[in-house]
């Protein structure tokens, strides 16, 4: 089964930045950074570009796509 790893609880602990604040910058809730740090939820294109732009790397930094 295919899934998508993320790394944004590693660069949010980089950066000193919470999970509300970073919500804040990408315009979701919270809740949403939760459940995509967990693996609940995979995000949109838009929101995936949104993350990987806010801590200046590149999207496949952030999202790893495993089979």
């Known amino acids: 089964m295919a ?5 944004i609880k590693k660069y949010r602990f ?25 693996g609940k939820y995979n995000p949109s294109l838009k929101l995936a570009f949104d993350i990987a732009k806010i801590f200046n790397v590149p999207i496949e930094e952030i999202f790893t796509y495993r089979d």
Request: charged content about 25%; proline content about 0%.
């Open 3 to 7: 899934t998508l790893v993320t790394n």
């Open 14 to 38: 980089s950066a000193e930045m919470s999970q509300a604040k970073l919500a804040d910058l990408v315009g979701v809730r919270r809740e949403t950074i939760v459940h995509l740090e967990t």
